[in-house]
């Protein structure tokens, strides 16, 4: 199996910018898919940003367009997710995951087709 680690997370203003990574080992080379979710106090778990590791497409929810920025290290096994212009409802705990079956990197930020999930890290985003 694969395993994932995040770390990056952290206190940071409204307007800063935070730089999350998510470390992966094991079986890697059967994975193509990859995301990182988060959920917010109170809330559920979304779907924030997913990639196709097979074709390099990239999905972002509407409300961090042009603000987040998914890419990969792939030598090092590394994901990471650059958060821009941060928002307090940006706040929660950020899950990276992965999956070895959606044929597209939107169809990976659906809960349900994520196999593996990281342990998570905390982001808050306040004055």
């Known amino acids: 199996q694969v395993q994932l680690v995040e770390s990056g997370g952290g206190l940071v203003q409204p307007g800063g910018s935070l730089s999350l990574s998510c470390i992966a080992s094991?079986?890697?080379?059967?994975?193509?898919?990859i995301g990182w979710f988060r959920q917010a106090p109170g809330k559920g778990r979304e779907g924030v940003s997913c990639?196709?590791?097979?074709?390099?497409?990239?999905y972002y929810k509407g409300s961090v367009k042009g603000r987040f920025t998914i890419s990969r290290d792939n030598p090092k096994n590394i994901v990471y997710l650059l958060l821009n212009n941060l928002k307090p409802e940006d706040t929660g705990v950020y899950y990276c995951?992965?999956?070895?079956?959606?044929?597209?990197?939107?169809?990976?930020?659906?809960?349900?087709?994520?196999?593996?999930w990281g342990q998570g890290t905390q982001v808050t985003v306040s004055s």
């Open positions: 990639a196709s590791i097979r074709d390099g497409s990239t």
């Open positions: 995951a992965a999956s070895q079956w959606p044929p597209t990197a939107e169809s990976m930020c659906d809960e349900n087709k994520v196999q593996f």
């Open positions: 094991g079986d890697t080379l059967h994975y193509y898919s």
